[in-house]
C-alpha cells in the first residue's frame, strides 16, 4: 500500500482567480482521494484562488502535518507506505510505524488524557481505512482480523477501558464543497461516508419487515386525472367508486391499485389506452347534487419490469422511483384482512383492536402505521402500534352534554351565546345518522340554527308547521330539548334543520382537533407499553395481516418477512461531564443514561441579588410561600448559585384575574431591577402564557412559575429542577462536556464552531387562523457549547421553511462574534420537524439562507463550511432489546444505542441514535439525517458529539431523547405561541397589539425585550 505524495490543495485563501462560488468552501485544507482504501493525498488544485504549496502547509490536513494540525512533520513525498513516524490524531498514536503494531496509544477522541491504555490491533495491521470508510475511520478503521468493521467486539467488561481509547479519525474526505460550476438547485445530501466503529457491539430487533419481490413479471402504470379536482381523500372515494362500478365490465375484471395521487397500478394491462369515467358519490354534505358527478381519465403510461425493480434495489437506486415504492405500499394497504380498517394517513384504526374512553365525548381507537421504504436491505415494511381519538357513537345531545356540561343532565333550557358557539364549533364537520327514519340517513353537521328548534318551522303541503309540532304528527315523537338549536345539514338541494335528539354520531370519525391536556394524558396512558409488549403486539398484527395469504399482493408478486428485522447496533460511551471547579470530584460519569449532582457546583452559578415572589394561588398562604421560597433558595446555594437572602419586594398574596396590574406594580416598584421573579400559580396552565407574555415582551424580566401542588410539598427532585432552570435562565451555565473544555473534540473545538438548532411549531388541526411559529437558538460559548441565544418569528400557517432565516442566522452570526470575539469558522446546524417529503426544498432555501447570512457580513469571503442536519423524533422505528442483559430497567435499549445500517437509508448519511434511558413505554430513538456537509464529518464523530450533546440539557440530569438544539427552539418557538394564546377572536382572527400584518388573519409576534435575548429565557 503506497501513497504518492502531490501538493496540497487550497480551497480560495491564497487569493488570485476564481469567482465567487456561492457555496464554496473558504478554508485552507489538505485532501484525500477516497475512492479506494488506499490513502492517497489529492492532487494540487486552487480553487478560487492561485497555488496550492506543499502538503507540509496544511494545520488541517493528514500525512506530514498530523491529522488535526497538532503534529508536523515533512511535506507528503516524503511519507511511505503508511509510515507515520512522529505520531498522528488529536492525541497522537505513541510513536511507532502503524504498518507493524497498529498500536493506538491514548489516542481517543473524547478522551481525558488517556487513563486506560490502549487497544492493539493485530500485528501486520495497516490503519488504512476500515469496511465502510472510503479511506479510514475515526475511531476504528484498519482490517482487523478479529472484526469485518475494523474494530474489535466488546463486551461489557470492557466498558470503561475502552471509553477514552477510540481512535481518532486516520483519513477523512476534507473537500465537499461543490465546485465552481455547482448549482442551488443542484444541492444533494451527501453519500454515506462509512459506517461507524465505535461503541459495545449488540442486537436489537427492529419494527421493519423484509419485503421481497419474488415475481418476473410486469407492473402497467397509467395516469389518473379528475375533472373537477377534488381533495386527496375525496379522490379515494371517487376511485373507490370507480373500481366498484366498472371492475367487470370496462376494467376487464382487474382490481387496480390507486396510489392516493395520480397513478394506477395493474399486474396486466386495462383493455384500453385511455378512457374517461363518469363517477357520482352519495350527495351527503354537499349544497349541491351537480358538485358529487367527477370525470375521470385513465390513461396508459408505462410498463415496469420486476426484474428491472429487483435491479434498482439491488443496487440502492429505487431512492428516485418513490412513485413505485407509493404504488407497493398501496399494493400492500389493499389487503383483504385491512378493508375492515379505518385509514387515517398511514396508520388503518379499528375498534376491534382496543378502544377506551378519551372523556368528553371522546375515545382512543388502537390501530398500526404502515409504511413500505427503501433501505440498506431492500424494501422494508416499517409497522408500529398507534392509537387515535375518535368521536364516540353517541347521541348528539349526549355529546353536547360531554363538551359543555361535564356529562351532568340538564333542563331543556336554551344555550347562551358563548355555549352555542362551543357546541357549533364541536359539532361542524361531524357526520351523523338519523333515527327517526328507516333509511338511516347519513348528514354531515354544517353548523348550527341561529334559533332554537321550538322557533323553526318545516314547510309542508299544509303550510309552516312548527318542527316539534311536525316530529308528533308525523314520526309520532316528542321532542325532549325544543329549546336547543337545530343542526343545519344538506339534502343535496338545500338546508335543512334537524333537532339534535333524533341525531347519532356514526362510529369510526376520527377527531382532528387539539385535545385537552387530560385528554392526551389519558392517550398516553393508555397505549403506553413496556417493549416487550409492544413487540408481542406488533408481531401479532402482521400475522393477522396476513400478507402473503392475499390474493391481490401475490398478484404483485410480494412477500413480507413476518420476522422482525435483526440489526447490528452499538452503544456509545457516555461523555464525562465537567461541573464548577478542577479537582476530580467536579469531573462526573454519568451512568444509563443519569448521573447525580452530590456535592457539585454549577459550571458558572449566577449571582442573584434582585429577586421577587408574588402568590397568584389561593392555596397556598404567605407562610407556605415563604417556606417554600427558603428551600428553593438553599438547594441553589448548594449548586454554587449566590442568592440575597431576602426579596427585593415582599409580596402578599394577589389576585390573579389582576395579573397584569400587579406584574407591572412590581417592575415599577423594583426599580426595574428585578433579575427573577418567581410566580406561584393554582394549576400548570393557569394564566402562564400571559405571563409569559408581559414578563419578556413588555417588562424584560427573568421568571420562574411553580405549581401550587408542588409548592406545597416541593421534593428534593423538583427543587433541583427548578433550580437548573433559574441558574441558565439568569445567565448561568450548568454542566459542559469534559472533552469541549478540553479542546479534545476534533473539527467542533479546533476552530470556532457555531452551533444552531431551528425548529417550526404548527397550528393544532382546527386552529385554522394560528401561524406558525419558527425558532432559531444558537450557541454562544464556545468551546462549551452550553448557552444558546434563541430568537422567534411567526409565519404564514403551515409553511415549514424558515421565512426569515438568512436574518435570524446573521444576528446570532454577529451576537457569537460579540461574545466570542471572532466569527464562528464552522457551523453546525440542527434542523428538528422536517418531513421526508420537504428534505430537497428545505435544505434548498435554508442553506442559501445560511449562506446569505454569512455573505452579508462585513467579513471578506466569510463562508464556513456548513454541516446541515434533519433531526427527526416523528418517525416509526422502534428497536427491541435481542439480549435481555443489555437492556435498561425499563426493557428498553441502552442509552447511546445507535444504528446505521440495514434499516437506514441505502446511501444517504443518516442514523438512528436513542441518546436516553427509557422511563415508561417504548423509548423512541431521534433519527438524524445530514442532508448537507462541508465539514466532512465521520459516521463516527458526529455520531459521538451528538451523543455527547444530549448529556448538556440544562434542564435536568439525564441525557435527553433529541440534541439540546434543536430541543432549545422546540422549547423557544412553543414560548412564543403562549404570547398569541387566547388572543383569537370569535370571527376567527387574531386581536391585540399594533403590528404590521405580514398575511390575512396574522399579526407580528411581540419583540422579547433585548435584555432576555442574551439569556435562555425559554428553558
Known amino acids: 500500500m503506497s501513497a504518492s505524495g502531490d501538493d496540497g490543495r487550497a480551497h480560495g485563501d491564497h487569493g488570485g482567480g476564481g469567482g465567487n462560488n456561492f457555496f464554496r468552501r473558504g478554508s485552507r485544507r489538505g485532501g484525500w482521494d477516497t475512492s479506494s482504501t488506499t490513502p492517497t493525498p489529492d492532487r494540487g488544485r486552487s480553487d478560487g484562488g492561485t497555488g496550492g504549496g506543499s502538503f507540509t502547509e496544511r494545520r488541517s490536513g493528514a500525512f506530514g502535518g498530523g491529522n488535526y494540525g497538532r503534529v508536523s512533520g515533512g511535506s507528503s513525498t516524503e511519507r511511505k507506505s503508511g509510515d507515520y513516524a512522529t505520531g498522528y490524531g488529536s492525541s497522537g498514536f505513541s510513536g511507532g510505524n502503524l504498518r507493524e503494531s497498529g498500536d493506538f496509544r491514548r489516542s481517543g477522541i473524547y478522551s481525558d488524557g488517556g487513563n486506560h491504555g490502549g487497544w492493539r490491533a493485530g500485528e501486520g495491521v495497516r490503519y488504512g481505512g476500515g469496511r465502510g470508510y472510503a479511506g479510514g475511520s475515526y475511531g476504528g478503521g ?51 461516508p462509512g459506517f461507524g466503529n465505535v461503541g459495545l457491539r449488540c442486537m436489537v430487533k427492529a419494527n421493519h419487515f423484509l419485503v421481497q419481490l419474488v415475481g418476473q413479471g410486469k407492473f402497467y402504470r397509467y395516469s389518473v386525472s379528475f375533472e373537477p379536482a377534488a381533495p386527496k381523500k375525496l379522490n379515494k372515494d371517487i376511485m373507490l367508486a370507480l373500481i366498484n362500478t366498472y371492475k367487470n365490465s370496462d376494467l376487464g375484471c382487474l382490481t387496480p ?160 351565546a358563548h355555549d352555542r358557539l362551543k357546541a357549533e364549533k364541536a359539532l361542524k364537520g361531524v357526520t351523523v345518522v338519523v333515527s327517526h327514519r328507516e333509511d338511516r340517513r347519513r348528514y354531515k353537521v354544517l353548523g348550527l340554527s341561529t334559533d332554537p328548534c321550538n322557533q323553526l318551522a318545516f314547510s309542508s303541503p299544509s303550510g309552516e308547521q312548527p318542527i316539534p309540532l311536525y316530529f308528533y304528527h308525523k314520526y309520532n315523537i316528542t321532542l325532549r330539548y325544543p329549546s336547543l338549536p337545530c343542526l343545519e345539514v344538506s339534502n343535496g338541494k338545500h338546508l335543512i334543520n334537524l333537532p339534535m335528539e333524533v341525531c347519532n354520531i356514526v362510529e369510526g370519525q376520527r377527531f382532528s382537533n387539539k385535545l385537552s391536556e387530560g385528554q392526551v394524558k389519558a392517550l398516553l396512558k393508555a397505549t403506553a407499553l413496556r417493549p416487550y409488549e409492544r413487540a408481542d403486539q406488533l408481531k401479532k398484527t402482521v400475522e393477522q395481516n396476513n400478507y ?86 438553599n438547594e441553589c446555594s448548594r449548586k454554587g448559585m449566590t442568592f440575597a437572602v431576602r426579596p427585593l419586594i415582599r409580596t402578599s398574596s394577589r389576585d390573579p384575574r389582576q395579573l397584569e396590574k400587579v406584574l407591572h406594580d412590581i417592575h415599577i416598584e423594583s426599580g426595574q431591577q428585578l433579575q427573577l421573579l418567581i410566580i ?83 397550528p393544532q388541526s382546527g386552529e ?61 446546524f440542527y434542523r428538528d420537524g422536517v418531513s421526508e417529503d420537504e428534505f430537497s426544498s428545505v435544505l434548498l432555501r435554508e442553506m442559501c439562507a445560511i449562506r446569505e447570512a454569512c455573505q452579508s457580513l462585513e467579513e471578506e469571503d466569510y463562508l464556513p463550511p456548513v454541516t446541515f442536519i434533519v433531526v427527526q423524533k416523528r418517525h416509526h422505528t422502534r428497536f427491541f432489546p435481542e439480549d435481555p442483559n443489555l437492556a435498561d430497567r425499563s426493557q428498553n435499549i441502552l442509552a447511546g444505542t445507535v444504528v446505521d445500517t ?118
Request: hydrophobic share 40%; net charge positive; glycine share 6%.
Open 768 to 828: 385554522a387562523f394560528s401561524p406558525s411559529i419558527a425558532a432559531v437558538v444558537a450557541s454562544m460559548d464556545w468551546p462549551y457549547f452550553a448557552k444558546y441565544h434563541g430568537l422567534v418569528s411567526v409565519q404564514p400557517p403551515r409553511q415549514e421553511i424558515i421565512v426569515d432565516l438568512s436574518k435570524t442566522v446573521k444576528k446570532l452570526l454577529l451576537a457569537f462574534k460579540q461574545n466570542n470575539g471572532v466569527l464562528p469558522r464552522r457551523i453546525i
Open 257 to 416: 391499485v390507486y396510489d392516493g395521487r395520480r397513478i394506477l397500478l395493474t399486474t396486466k394491462e386495462l383493455p384500453f389506452i385511455s378512457k374517461e369515467f363518469t363517477v357520482r358519490l352519495d350527495d351527503q354534505g354537499s349544497t349541491s347534487a351537480r358538485e358529487r358527478e367527477f370525470k375521470v381519465t385513465i390513461r396508459w403510461s408505462s410498463t415496469v419490469e420486476c426484474h428491472h425493480l429487483n435491479q434498482l434495489l439491488a443496487a440502492h437506486q429505487l431512492e428516485p422511483h418513490q412513485d413505485m415504492i407509493h404504488l407497493l405500499d398501496a399494493v400492500l394497504k389493499s389487503a383483504e384482512n385491512l378493508k375492515n380498517y379505518t385509514p387515517v394517513a398511514r396508520s388503518l384504526f379499528s375498534s376491534s383492536m382496543g378502544r377506551g374512553p378519551l372523556s368528553n365525548g371522546l375515545e382512543f381507537w388502537k390501530g398500526f402505521y404502515q409504511s413500505l421504504r427503501p433501505t440498506q436491505m431492500g424494501l422494508s415494511l416499517n409497522i408500529a402500534a398507534s392509537a387515535r381519538a375518535f368521536y364516540e357513537p353517541i347521541a348528539v345531545t349526549e355529546y353536547l352534554s360531554k363538551i359543555l356540561w361535564g356529562g351532568l343532565p340538564r333542563d331543556n333550557k336554551a344555550l347562551t
Open 142 to 192: 484498519g482490517d482487523v482480523p478479529s472484526s469485518p468493521r475494523g474494530l474489535t467486539t466488546l463486551t461489557l467488561g470492557d466498558w470503561e477501558s475502552v471509553r477514552s481509547t477510540m481512535a481518532d479519525e486516520a483519513v477523512r474526505k476534507l473537500s465537499l464543497s461543490p465546485s465552481s460550476s455547482s448549482s442551488k438547485k443542484g444541492l444533494e445530501p451527501p453519500t454515506r
Open 902 to 1019: 440495514k434499516i437506514c437509508h441505502p446511501s444517504q448519511f443518516d442514523f438512528y441514535l436513542c441518546s436516553h434511558a427509557g422511563i415508561k413505554g417504548t423509548s423512541r430513538p431521534a433519527h438524524y439525517h445530514v442532508l448537507y456537509d462541508e465539514n466532512n464529518f465521520t459516521p463516527d464523530l458526529l455520531q459521538l458529539f451528538t451523543n455527547s450533546l444530549c448529556y448538556t440539557f440544562a434542564r435536568c440530569t439525564r441525557s435527553v431523547s433529541i440534541v439540546p438544539p434543536a430541543y432549545y427552539a422546540h422549547l423557544a418557538a412553543f414560548r412564543a405561541r403562549k404570547y398569541i394564546e387566547g388572543e383569537v377572536c370569535e370571527t376567527g382572527s387574531l386581536t391585540g397589539s399594533a403590528g404590521t400584518t405580514l398575511f390575512p388573519g396574522v399579526r407580528p409576534l411581540p419583540e422579547i425585550k433585548e435584555n432576555l435575548k442574551s439569556v435562555m429565557f425559554y428553558c
Open 548 to 633: 402473503n395469504k392475499d390474493q391481490l399482493i401475490k398478484e404483485f408478486g410480494l412477500h413480507v418477512n413476518n420476522d422482525f428485522t435483526l440489526v447490528e447496533a452499538r452503544v456509545l460511551p457516555p461523555p464525562k461531564l465537567l461541573y464548577d471547579g478542577t479537582e476530580p470530584q467536579a469531573i462526573v460519569d454519568p451512568s444509563m443514561g443519569q448521573w447525580k449532582m452530590s456535592n457539585q457546583r454549577l459550571h458558572e452559578p449566577v449571582t442573584v441579588r434582585f429577586w421577587a415572589c408574588v402568590n397568584f394561588s389561593p392555596n397556598v398562604r404567605d407562610a407556605s410561600a415563604e417556606v417554600f421560597c427558603d428551600k428553593l433558595l
Open 680 to 762: 406561584l400559580l393554582p394549576h400548570a396552565a393557569a394564566y402562564y402564557g400571559k405571563i409569559k407574555q408581559i414578563c419578556e415582551t413588555e417588562l424584560g424580566i427573568v421568571s420562574q412559575c411553580c405549581k401550587s401542588e408542588k409548592v406545597l410539598h416541593p421534593g428534593a427532585a423538583y427543587l433541583e429542577h427548578v433550580a437548573l432552570k433559574i441558574n441558565v435562565k439568569v445567565g448561568g451555565r450548568n454542566v459542559v462536556l469534559l472533552d469541549a473544555a478540553n479542546r479534545h473534540i476534533p473539527l467542533v473545538t479546533d476552530d470556532p464552531t457555531i452551533i444552531f438548532g431551528a425548529d417550526v411549531t404548527h
